[in-house]
């Protein structure tokens, strides 16, 4: 009874999300009926603000400067796509969805980055066994990029994983459209710890911010600008192994140490051949 509760209440709200998202309303049907019809997105109209003058500017337009007021964590007025821009041609999507997404995005390419690398790390420095030290391409759970044999067959381990994900996926979603609602669910128990902070991005609390950092206004300011750089910096960094593994097919620390070893020979260029 617990976890049919549990789903019923988690997927109740998932319409409702996703017209928020989308910044959506539902359209009268024209002959009267009362049922709703589908609905058009539009991205919520944002008034006018004041152009920051007192940060650093990257490439910023006047329009972007309306929208992008310097309010926001490593906003430096650059949106050259219009993206975040309510009235143009990203507008379809909720603007405040854009920044939250590259928070999130951010963290897991944080974690990503390290992750991919650490074994490698660890296996040349004798760590780790030499079986479990391989790249990041290698240790995949679907054939041919996995090499490695887990507890259960790869296909099992991805259903299995894409389900986790996707449950942890759809309550974070939920609290981004209600903000706190994750506190009102039953969840094992553990709902007293979900409340948040009225904030989706920076819930904190003892799960999220077990060390009580950014405890004065201007610390955390500090560093959520601090995490957005960093996050943005892994993100470009988790591409890098993408194309590292397809040009070189070894490891990005194993890149790192042909390229300190021979600079002249192994570097960007003479691996794309343009020498």
């Not at 920044?99 to 760590?127: F, H, Q, S, T």
């Amino acid at each position: 009874m617990a976890t049919q509760a549990l789903v019923s209440s988690s997927l109740s709200s998932s319409v409702e999300t996703a017209r928020q998202i989308l910044g959506a309303r539902p359209l009268q049907s024209p002959i009267g009926s009362s049922r709703k019809g589908s609905f058009v997105v539009r991205a919520a109209s944002t008034p006018p603000v004041k152009q920051g003058a007192d940060r650093p500017l990257w490439f910023a337009s006047k329009q972007s400067l309306t929208y992008l007021d310097g309010s926001l964590p490593g906003d430096y007025g650059f949106d050259p796509l219009g993206l975040s821009d309510p009235e143009g041609p990203g507008g379809f999507i909720e603007p405040k969805w854009l920044a939250y997404g590259e928070v999130i995005n951010g963290r897991y390419a944080m974690l990503g980055a390290v992750g991919a690398i650490a074994p490698e790390i660890l296996g040349k420095a004798g760590l780790i066994p030499a079986e479990t030290a391989l790249p990041w391409f290698k240790t995949g759970v679907i054939p041919p990029a996995g090499t490695y044999n887990y507890w259960a067959d790869p296909y099992t381990l991805f259903v299995f994983e894409m389900a986790l994900m996707g449950f942890a996926e759809h309550r974070r979603f939920q609290d981004w459209a209600n903000p706190g609602s994750m506190g009102k669910q039953y969840f094992l128990g553990f709902e007293k710890y979900l409340g948040g902070s009225g904030d989706p991005a920076y819930p904190g609390g003892p799960l999220f911010n077990p060390l009580g950092f950014g405890k004065d206004e201007k610390s955390l300011k500090d560093l959520k600008l601090k995490e957005v750089k960093n996050g943005r910096l892994a993100m470009l960094a988790i591409l890098g192994y993408f194309i590292q593994g397809l040009v070189t097919g070894v490891g990005p620390y194993q890149n790192l140490l042909d390229h300190l070893a021979d600079p002249f020979n192994n570097n960007v260029l003479t691996n794309l051949k343009f020498h």
